[in-house]
């Protein structure tokens, strides 16, 4: 069952905001394997959409050719209404412009599994770089916007730190302050808790929470199904490259239709 482009919000307040984010029709191969079958999704801003699935059923592929971290084969990408551009080139899709890619980045920051903070640089660094080669900020806005962002995920006092002398929780919440420096329009998460060790997983679901509190328009890609139910406001199972089931956590968690997800959540719960 594919319901994707028949999408609607769940939430009434939300989904008479204005669209975030709109994807029709993702497609995405690696030769003859098919791994994203033609997903869609629109996200309101404020809405906090909460992907699951097994491993190999597209879900981070879907996440990073939103932005363009992998090339889709077909389908569009809206950001605030605005296409990203894309052409051909020998046979493959390519961006038609990538400083409009740079630009459309820019305001769908990426949380990855792996934190991905330079190791070389101080955490501070971490989180100014971006803003001042992207975005142009000058150091000492860039500065500011990065201790107040730190100060918001709690690591302030780690600012003079490298990354490896943290541990993996707060390096992810560096990794969150990064992006919230950006000031996104979508924050996109790939599975932002499965590297960590189950004692440092609360502290980042306690971030991520008070960002769903605030109006955050998150895309978040997780296994962690207490914040599916209790944070998301729209839940969408992915198998195989397609979306097997969605609509409300709560709903869908109590009364799945699809065999598939009713397997998944009995394993999850296990």
Not at 52 to 68: D, E, H, P, Q, V
Not at 124 to 147: C, D, F, S, W, Y
Not at 176 to 199: C, H, Q, W
Not at 246 to 256: D, F, H, L
């Amino acid at each position: 069952m594919h319901a994707g482009g028949q999408v609607a919000a769940v939430n009434g307040s939300r989904s008479a905001a204005p669209v975030a984010l709109e994807i029709r029709d993702i497609r995405k191969s690696y030769g003859a394997h098919e791994v994203l079958k033609g997903i869609s999704l629109t996200a309101h801003e404020h809405d906090v959409v909460a992907i699951l699935g097994s491993s190999g059923s597209g879900k981070s592929t879907f996440l990073r050719c939103i932005n363009l971290l992998e090339m889709p084969n077909g389908g569009e990408v809206r950001v605030k209404g605005e296409l990203i551009r894309m052409t051909m080139r020998r046979g493959e899709p390519v961006p038609a412009d990538m400083k409009q890619v740079d630009r459309i980045r820019a305001k769908l920051a990426m949380v990855f599994q792996q934190f991905n903070l330079w190791q070389h640089m101080t955490v501070l660094e971490n989180v100014t770089a971006a803003q001042i080669h992207v975005l142009g900020r000058p150091k000492a806005e860039a500065a500011a916007k990065g201790e107040a962002m730190l100060a918001k995920v709690g690591v302030a006092d780690k600012r003079s730190h490298y990354p490896g002398q943290l541990s993996g929780g707060q390096q992810q919440r560096v990794a969150i302050a990064r992006a919230l420096a950006m000031d996104p329009e979508v924050m996109l998460f790939d599975e932002p808790t499965s590297a960590l060790d189950p004692e440092l997983v609360n502290e980042v679901l306690k971030v991520m929470r008070d960002l769903a509190a605030e109006g955050r328009t998150m895309l978040v890609v997780t296994h962690e199904m207490g914040f599916a139910r209790e944070a998301a406001n729209r839940l969408m199972f992915f198998h195989k490259g397609l979306v097997e089931e969605e609509g409300a956590p709560r709903e869908v968690m109590a009364n799945p239709k699809s065999e598939r997800f009713r397997q998944f959540l009995s394993g999850s719960l296990k």
